[in-house]
């Protein structure tokens, strides 16, 4: 689809992603590392980007991402998704052409809060549930003694949510569990569950195989000419925009273009690969990203 952020249905019940790949950048110990891919990896690092669709098999797409580091180390190419999700719900991800068929499973919790425990009722009393309902997975933590009948950093279903109180049972719509003995410390409850499904790769590198996002200029004309030292893109590829400001008319955020006339140092875009160069005008404002958008499968 031109134009447009879309989905292509592969064979065997694959979905294809057109995803505008970001990056974020981190160092630790005089190491450095770089995360390519879409969303935010492990429920931290924000890469950026976009994704269309935004969903697999009726679930959000939180991340897909792979990384790359200068000290050598084996990195998983990870789809992380928000949700409860079993093993074996996503079984490979293709990425760069490269098909990697996901080989472990891991859950992990976004979001914490405070939570006072009420024994005799076992009730969990937060500053608010607005981020949990009903059949939300939970755990919890302690800095003391969980009460019997609670394990520390074990998966629990929360139930009988109200504004600022809930129960929890040991399997969605199961009965409350109940609590006895005593406590001590402070206590913090995990939510906002998500999933990453992940494959191990044996060299670390871009495998997106995209050029990383950066920051062009655009001027007003007919054509219009994006100019962006040693870009590297080429012909044919796909780029999106995002700005901090206004795009000018004729261009618009999120909106897939094909890379046409290119030079080392700009290039002009087009509706459809191998068109006509689109035409700016009006104004403009604030800094603009160029992100160069690839295809994803996952199965």
Known sequence: MSGVLGI?????????????????????????????????????????????????????????????????????????LQGDQPAGFAAALT????????????????????????IATATFTVSSTSSITNGTPVQFTTGGTLPSGLVASTKYYARDVTATTFRVAATPGGAA???????????????????????????????????????????????ATITSSGHGLTNGRRVLFQTSGALPSGIAANTIYFIVNAATNSFQVAATSGGAAIGTSGTQSGTHTCFEVVDVTVE
């Open 177 to 223: 569990i109940t609590l006895t003995g005593s406590q001590s410390g402070t206590h913090t409850v995990y939510f906002a569950i998500f999933t990453k499904f992940s494959a191990a790769t044996p060299t670390p590198s871009n495998k997106t195989g995209a050029r990383i996002p950066f920051y062009p200029t655009i001027n007003i004309a007919s054509p």
């Open 95 to 118: 990425m760069g052409g490269t098909k990697y068929s996901f080989d472990t499973w891991a859950q992990d919790y976004a979001s914490s809060l405070t939570v006072t425990i009420a």
């Open 8 to 80: 292509l249905l592969g064979s065997g019940g694959a979905s294809r992603y057109q995803m505008a790949v970001g990056q974020y950048s981190d160092g630790f110990k005089g190491a450095w590392w770089t995360y390519y891919g879409f969303g935010i990896a492990s429920a931290y690092y924000p890469i950026g980007g976009a994704l269309s669709p935004t969903t697999f098999k009726g679930q959000t797409i939180q991340g897909v991402y792979s990384v790359e580091d200068n000290v050598g180390s084996t990195w998983p190419v990870t789809l992380q």
